[in-house]
Structures are given as C-alpha cells and as structure tokens.
T-cell receptor, first 114, second 110 residues
Framework: NAGVTQTPKFQVLKTGQSMTLQCAQD?????MSWYRQDPGMGLRLIHY???????DQGEVPNGYNVSRSTTEDFPLRLLSAAPSQTSVYFC?????????????FGPGTRLTVL | DAKTTQPNSMESNEEEPVHLPCNHS???????IHWYRQLPSQGPEYVIH?????VNNRMASLAIAEDRKSSTLILHRATLRDAAVYYC???????????WGAGTKLIIKP
C-alpha cells in the first residue's frame, strides 16, 4: 500500500491564483481530512469527509473548498490564494469502523503564496 | 475540548528513557488520551492512546494518572530517530476532529 499520497510536494502561487492540492489513499478509509500547519504550531483542521459525497467544515474552512466523489480521493481547492494561506498542508485518512482508528497522514504539501 | 499543557522542548541522551509529560486537567470522562509525533519535514504519525489504565505498544508506553488529569509518554530507550515534536491530544473516541497544540520538541543528544 502507498498509504496517503499528496501532490504536489511544493507549490508557489501568486495572490489571487487558484489551485487544487491532491490527496489520495489506497486503504479504503472512509474518513479523510485536510489540515494546515503554520510554523511552530500544531495542525488545524480545514475540512473533513466521512465518506464519498459527504463533506463538512473544520476549524479554518474559509478560502478552501473540498469535494469527495470517490472513497480514494479528497482534493482541496484554494479559490483565490492569499499570503495568509502560506502553510504546510497535510491530508489524513482513517477507517470509521472499530474501537479506535489512528489517523494516517500524508507527507504534506508546502505552499507559498506571494 | 480539553486543553493541554506540554513543555515546549525537552532534551535527552541517546539510549536513555524519556518521559514526556502532558497536563489535561479539563479532560472529560469519555476522552481518550492520544499521542502523535511529527518527525522533521514529515506528516504526523500515531504513537499510542489510552483511557484509564497504562498502555504499552512497540513504540512507547503511556502512563495515565489515576485522576486522568495528566499523562506521561515513555520512550524506553530513545534513539536519534525519536527526535520529533510529540503531541498529546485528549479526544473522544468517536470524534475524528483532533485539536492539536504546539507539542513538545524532543531533542536527542548522541
């Protein structure tokens, strides 16, 4: 299994540009989420999904859109990039069934908005 | 959500045990205590979790105070590969929305 994969690894955008960060998992996990991590801080939840066709907002959703058309993929769209969105973005997945299910994280996408 | 207090950083010598403390005095009765760690330039990875009794796995041990207001992650024999930021996260077992603090940066000296 590849686990959770994210592309691209690095991205530089200009203010106002849009782009999509890709996240895919091959573990058939129902739960997927997107976090952002600013320097020296913990992760903050942007959006999450408990299954295909179901998404919901996390702690910091403004400026981001998500969709979940398949179990495997959970792309994050930046509608109009702003310098405040410069951060490292992590995608995570977890199975929903079971007593406790650890979250598996991807390697991250480092985004810089100029 | 329960608030946590962790030291900003700790240092330890290689091949010695490490005890990473976490205070979570406002934890609810149904919250588990989760620990994740984040190695440099990587995504976080699960370490261990527990509810009331002490827990062991291949990576670490988790000692939970009787009143559940604090816990300690124990690395029995630290290696250089254990240098990371360690996060303590109290959370309901059915709530997937983890709330992350700043964690403890563990520095391992050779």
């Amino acid at each position: 299994n590849a686990g959770v994969t994210q592309t691209p690894k690095f991205q530089v955008l200009k203010t106002g540009q849009s782009m999509t960060l890709q996240c895919a998992q091959d573990m058939n996990h129902e739960y997927m989420s997107w976090y952002r991590q600013d320097p020296g801080m913990g992760l903050r939840l942007i959006h999450y999904s408990v299954g295909a066709g179901i998404t919901d907002q996390g702690e910091v959703p403004n400026g981001y859109n998500v969709s979940r058309s398949t179990t495997e993929d959970f792309p994050l769209r930046l509608l109009s990039a702003a310098p405040s969105q410069t951060s490292v973005y992590f995608c995570a997945s977890s199975p929903l069934a079971g007593v406790y299910n650890e979250q598996f994280f991807g390697p991250g996408t480092r985004l810089t908005v100029l | 959500d329960a608030k946590t207090t962790q030291p900003n950083s700790m240092e330890s010598n290689e091949e010695e045990p490490v005890h990473l403390p976490c205070n979570h005095s406002t934890i609810s009765g149904t919250d588990y205590i989760h620990w994740y760690r984040q190695l440099p330039s990587q995504g976080p990875e699960y370490v261990i979790h527990g509810l009331t009794s002490n827990v062991n796995n291949r990576m670490a041990s988790l000692a939970i105070a009787e009143d559940r207001k604090s816990s300690t992650l124990i690395l029995h024999r630290a290696t250089l590969r254990d240098a990371a930021v360690y996060y303590c996260i109290p959370n309901s077992d059915s709530n997937y929305q983890l709330i992350w603090g700043a964690g403890t940066k563990l520095i391992i000296k050779p």
